[in-house]
Nanobody, 123 residues
Framework: LQLQASGGGLVQPGGSLRLSCVVS????????IGWFRQGPGKEREGVACVAHDDGSTLYTNTVKGRFTVSRNNAENTVYLQMDNLKPEDTAVYYC?????????????????WGQGTLVTVSS
């Protein structure tokens, strides 16, 4: 099982980035992919998630209207489109698997984690 996150980088405030998470070696039907982030000196927080089977989504309030999570099941890939980025979005972003039929942004419910990708929002 492997989760490979990519797409981070340096962007100016108001800019956009798209993160990708490729899942390999996981064959269950019902699971959710979540995006989490951990900023400097902060705890890890849930950002958005999408259910593999029906595409249900959940967002934390601070990113609603700016971030969009989506999936391409044929390519085993989940995306996080991040628009109108703010300096407070600066963090290492992680993707993870919740191996059951539910959506949640609680990190303790997620079992499998990928490595992070750094997003820096700065002028």
């Amino acid at each position: 099982l492997q989760l490979q996150a990519s797409g981070g980088g340096l962007v100016q405030p108001g800019g956009s980035l798209r993160l990708s998470c490729v899942v390999s070696g996981f064959t269950e039907r019902y699971y959710t992919i979540g995006w989490f982030r951990q900023g400097p000196g902060k705890e890890r927080e849930g950002v958005a998630c999408v259910a593999h089977d029906d595409g249900s989504t959940l967002y934390t309030n601070t990113v609603k209207g700016r971030f969009t999570v989506s999936r391409n099941n044929a390519e085993n890939t989940v995306y996080l489109q991040m628009d109108n980025l703010k300096p407070e979005d600066t963090a290492v972003y992680y993707c993870a698997i919740l191996p059951t039929l539910m959506v949640s942004l609680r990190p303790d419910r997620y079992t499998y984690w990928g490595q992070g990708t750094l997003v820096t929002v700065s002028s």
